[in-house]
């Protein structure tokens, strides 16, 4: 049975949302905290009741992801500042050959992104592109394509960064289980969405490397390859073992509890990511000459912008929170239950709609996810809500247009107009979303 006026006021709060966002450009962090009293008020709870669940909500979220999403921001901004992200690029450029350059470009854009932030890792791999557009004389557009596609796959489908892991948290979803359905739903959307629309798109439009950016052509020394994968591989192989380890998959492996119970520790995200940071601290850092002091000073940088993310998956918690405490999420979920509509779908479209309207695609993923985990089952396996994620991740990536910072940032650099930038970002980007929820759903059947 629906209640109408629980409806009213989820609609009323996610209206409230978008028009202060949209119209009169207020911080998503307010607008979420926002829009969450207005559900509260509408839903007619009581004043205290909703100033007890906003502070449930950002305490129970906070918890988890202020830490991860910490320790991850640190950890990229040394392996940047070591140069690793530029090596790894050289190395796959060198042994994949220039005629298979876009795929080496979507595989670097796909490692890079996992420490490193999207814009960032684009930003100091650029000039690549550029350098090989000038060797080849083909379009712009053969190399660009992959290495965004990468970029983008992995900062939205592949923990520890920042979206997944805020979604991941409001669903309660394990992590370990993120990462690993995040790799293989990745892996296909990125050739799909990468080297083989980039090879359609770069014969439809010719784009010269942007005259006045000059490549870098200083010798840099770069970390090795090898040290590069390992230190970026630690956190991931550590928290994907520790659930594995403690899954029904070896369940009657013989090991014992005392040990189950330390490699637990060890392959929690927290651990995981402190002990890829004080080896990137010192292997990356101290043992290359990089002093104590410039260390410091590039990881506290990097609590700038992982702070606003935390703050504003923290408002996402609320707004989830005020959904539960007022039993909207539970009605929804009967409804849709008794219409037969797969909280698959529902958490999909949600994400699209939010993503399109108001562009930000960590808005879209944290309100989805608010809309989606009063709708969770007590009965849903943990790959149900990893799938879940990698859904939410899907439908927040399609169709990035002028409301979105990365349009911008990607029109600039590759020296595209509007138009050119719809027929391929924004094109590519709706690739990602409808292959990625493709492959989600496949993936959902077979579990």
């Known amino acids: 049975m629906i209640d109408f006026s629980l409806l009213i006021a989820v609609f009323s709060?996610?209206?409230?949302?978008?028009?202060?966002?949209?119209?009169?450009?207020?911080?998503?962090?307010?607008?979420?905290?926002?829009?969450?009293?207005?559900?509260?008020?509408?839903?007619?709870?009581?004043?205290?009741?909703?100033?007890?669940?906003?502070?449930?909500?950002?305490?129970?979220?906070?918890?988890?992801?202020?830490?991860?999403?910490?320790?991850?921001?640190?950890?990229?901004?040394?392996?940047?500042?070591?140069?690793g992200a530029e090596a790894l690029a050289n190395y796959?450029?060198?042994?994949?050959?220039?005629?298979?350059?876009?795929?080496?470009?979507?595989?670097?854009?796909?490692?890079?992104?996992?420490?490193?932030?999207?814009d960032v890792a684009f930003i100091i791999l650029v000039p690549l592109i550029y350098s090989l557009q000038r060797k080849t004389k083909k379009s712009l557009l053969l190399y660009g394509m992959p290495l965004l596609a990468g970029l983008a796959i992995t900062h939205a489908f592949i923990p520890p960064t920042p979206g997944p892991v805020a979604v991941a948290d409001i669903l309660k979803a394990d992590l370990g289980w993120v990462i690993l359905f995040g790799f293989i739903v990745g892996i296909p959307t990125a050739i799909a969405s990468g080297p083989l629309f980039a090879k359609y798109i770069s014969k439809r439009i010719f784009v010269e490397a942007p005259k006045l950016i000059e490549t870098n052509q200083e010798t840099h020394n770069f970390p090795g390859i090898g040290v590069i994968l390992s230190i970026i591989g630690i956190p991931i192989i550590l928290i994907v073992g520790n659930t594995l380890l403690n899954s029904p998959l070896l369940e009657n492996v013989n090991i014992s509890e005392n040990i189950k119970s330390w490699l637990k520790m060890i392959g929690h995200p927290f651990t995981a990511l402190?002990?890829?940071?004080?080896?990137?601290?010192?292997?990356?850092?101290?043992?290359?000459?990089?002093?104590?002091?410039?260390l410091l000073k590039i990881t506290t940088a990097s609590m700038a912008p992982a702070g606003i993310i935390i703050l504003l998956t923290g408002a996402g918690g609320v707004f989830k929170q005020m959904l539960v405490n007022t039993k909207t999420g539970e009605m929804l979920a009967n409804y849709f239950a008794d219409k037969g509509v797969s909280i698959l779908v529902f958490a999909f479209l949600a994400a699209v709609l939010v993503r399109i309207l108001q562009g930000s695609a960590t808005v879209a993923m944290i309100?989805?996810?608010?809309?989606?985990?009063?709708?969770?089952?007590?009965?849903?396996?943990?790959?149900?809500?990893?799938?879940?994620?990698?859904?939410?991740?899907?439908?927040?990536?399609?169709?990035?247009?002028?409301?979105?910072?990365?349009?911008?940032?990607?029109?600039?650099?590759?020296?595209?107009?509007?138009?050119?930038?719809?027929?391929?970002?924004?094109?590519?980007?709706?690739i990602i979303a409808l292959v990625g929820f493709s492959t989600v759903c496949l993936l959902w059947i077979i579990f």
């Open 92 to 118: 796959l450029l060198e042994k994949f050959g220039e005629k298979r350059a876009s795929w080496a470009l979507m595989l670097t854009g796909f490692f890079v992104a996992i420490p490193v932030f999207f």
């Open 274 to 294: 402190i002990i890829a940071n004080i080896i990137a601290w010192y292997v990356l850092g101290i043992r290359r000459q990089t002093t104590k002091d410039i």
């Open 367 to 430: 309100t989805a996810a608010g809309l989606t985990a009063p709708l969770l089952l007590g009965d849903s396996t943990e790959i149900n809500k990893a799938l879940l994620v990698i859904a939410i991740a899907s439908g927040a990536s399609i169709m990035s247009h002028v409301n979105d910072s990365g349009f911008w940032l990607v029109s600039k650099y590759l020296g595209l107009s509007e138009k050119q930038t719809f027929k391929s970002w924004t094109v590519m980007t709706t």
């Open 13 to 83: 709060g996610i209206a409230v949302l978008l028009i202060l966002i949209l119209r009169f450009k207020i911080q998503a962090f307010i607008a979420l905290l926002i829009a969450s009293i207005v559900v509260g008020v509408m839903a007619g709870m009581s004043p205290e009741a909703i100033i007890k669940t906003m502070q449930e909500g950002m305490g129970n979220t906070l918890g988890f992801v202020a830490m991860v999403v910490g320790l991850g921001a640190m950890f990229g901004a040394i392996l940047e500042h070591s140069g």
